[in-house]
């Protein structure tokens, strides 16, 4: 028999989720029971979620504003009549709301399909902007949005610098004061990110940009997981261009910002419609950017009642608790200022892959620094930058567990996390070759 959403048939109940409007429901799409979800974060409750910075679950509140675009405010923005006006009205007043939230003007504001589309946006309209400039001057630390799409460019002349950083990551503003000192007039534009998606290492993007104003080139940089965690404020920041996400802070996923300055030159990536000032073709997506203003709202909210501090103490907490249990695990950038939502932690002789499938399987979901291509291990590039870490053992490459928290991960979640990650790690360790692993001090330095 097949349940439904009021007679739910329990063999076949799924988890719960909360509809907009606040009545908790369950759903049935399943063939057994998987889930159960806590109504108010959306998650489920068995499973301590530790992967923030790789999405968010979406804030109730969101699913609720959204839901009343769908059903109300479902026209055409673009469409003259009443309907589509209304539609107009949602999509404008989200516009002032995200672009208050950043301390920008409404005008500066582009609605995007994600980061990836506004960092592909901002460096592809620089460069065809500065025409006579085919030098992109980046961090070797960058997501692969920045990275692979300057890959892609260089078949067609695009040259990329990237600078070099310390043992945490951190780029060398020096270097780039240099730089832009012999090769300033050849530059397009330098993109360096806010912040780290795996380490959570924050770059000196004020020093950044004021170097560019100083020599006259274009500054990007991916703010997509700084937004919405930490405040923003264009207005007193040497951006030109500043892309993120809602899906990192609890809005959906697929919809994001391009912040351009005002008279900063611009090339629509998406060509057709002349939607968004031209600066994006393609109909609004009203309903997540609704949701995107409302994931504002709830941040700012957030700011405003210390939520930052608290989780920074929350984040020293844990890390405090996971190098008691395992003294011989290494923090990633540890010694730079860094994001309170990411701890990359690596654990001596182990690869992440391992240590994650096993962390899931007791109920921990974590993401690491490595990819997986072609049934190869890769080390990530972040990880490779910051250079060999006392984590490596022999010929284990040398990965990271990323841990990364969201504004509602408790100091409890996190203690049940700190002992299965030690019960998972001591196991792994011991199971390797029959003995503790020693530190990498002790190994060829080479
Ligand atoms: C730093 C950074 N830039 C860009 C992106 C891409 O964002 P999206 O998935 O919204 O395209 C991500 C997402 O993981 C990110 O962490």
């Given amino acids: 028999m097949q349940g439904n959403l009021d007679t739910p048939d329990p063999d076949r109940v799924r988890g719960y989720f909360m509809p907009p409007g606040g009545k908790t429901g369950r759903f049935t799409t399943g063939t057994r029971p998987v889930l159960l979800y806590n109504q108010r974060t959306v998650k489920p409750v068995d499973m301590i979620y530790l992967d923030h910075n790789a999405t968010t679950p979406m804030a109730p509140e969101v699913m ?22 209304l539609a107009k009205r949602r999509l404008e007043g989200a516009r002032e709301r995200v672009s208050a939230f950043i301390g920008s003007e409404p005008d500066e504001i582009v609605f995007t399909g994600g980061g990836t589309e506004s960092v592909n946006t901002a460096i ?33 002349g695009v040259e990329t610098l990237k600078l070099p950083n310390d ?19 050849e530059t397009a ?15 000196p993007v004020g020093r950044v940009g004021a170097l560019c104003r100083e020599h006259g080139v274009l500054f990007h940089s991916d703010g997509t997981q700084w937004v919405g965690k930490m405040p923003a404020d264009m207005s007193s920041m040497p951006f030109d261009m ?69 989780m920074s103490s929350v984040r020293a907490g844990f890390e405090d ?3 008691e249990m395992l003294p011989d695990a290494c923090i990633n950038g540890r010694e730079a200022d860094r994001m309170w939502s990411t701890t990359s932690v690596g654990f001596p002789g182990l690869e992440s892959e391992l240590v994650l499938l096993m962390l899931s399987e007791h109920g921990v979901c974590a993401s690491s620094g490595s990819a997986c291509s072609s049934g190869a291990l890769k080390p990530s590039k972040v990880i490779e930058a910051i ?10 490459p040398y990965g990271a567990v990323r841990l990364s928290l969201g504004r509602e991960t408790t100091s409890e979640e996190l203690a049940k996390a700190t002992t299965i990650i030690g019960d ?6 011991e199971d390797r070759d029959g003995v503790s692993v020693q530190r990498t001090e002790q190994l060829d330095p080479s």
């Fill in 387 to 396: 250079g060999r870490q006392p984590c490596q053992v022999a010929d284990v």
């Fill in 321 to 323: 608790g996971l190098l």
């Fill in 64 to 85: 609720g504003a959204m839901q009343e675009v769908v059903s109300e405010q479902w026209a055409n923005p673009s469409s003259i009549h009443r309907l589509g006006q």
């Fill in 242 to 310: 500043l892309s993120f996400a809602a899906h990192k802070f609890h809005g959906p996923k697929g919809v994001g910002v391009l912040y351009t300055r005002r008279n900063t030159p611009y090339h629509s990536l998406v060509i057709g419609g002349g939607q968004e000032g031209g600066r994006r073709g393609g109909t609004e997506n009203v309903p997540g950017i609704v949701g995107l203003s409302e994931a504002c709202n709830l941040s700012e909210a957030w700011f405003k009642s210390g939520g930052p501090d608290h």
């Fill in 124 to 156: 592809r309209s620089c460069l065809r902007e500065r025409s006579d400039r085919r030098l992109v001057v980046t961090s070797q630390v960058e997501h692969s949005a920045v990275r692979e799409l300057l890959e892609d460019l260089e078949p067609t």
């Fill in 189 to 203: 534009l330098v993109s360096v990110m806010w912040a780290n998606n795996e380490t959570g290492v924050i770059e």
């Fill in 167 to 185: 043992s945490n990551g951190v780029v060398d503003v020096e270097a780039l004061s240099k730089l832009l000192a012999e090769r300033g007039d």
């Fill in 424 to 429: 998972v790690v001591n196991r792994l360790q």
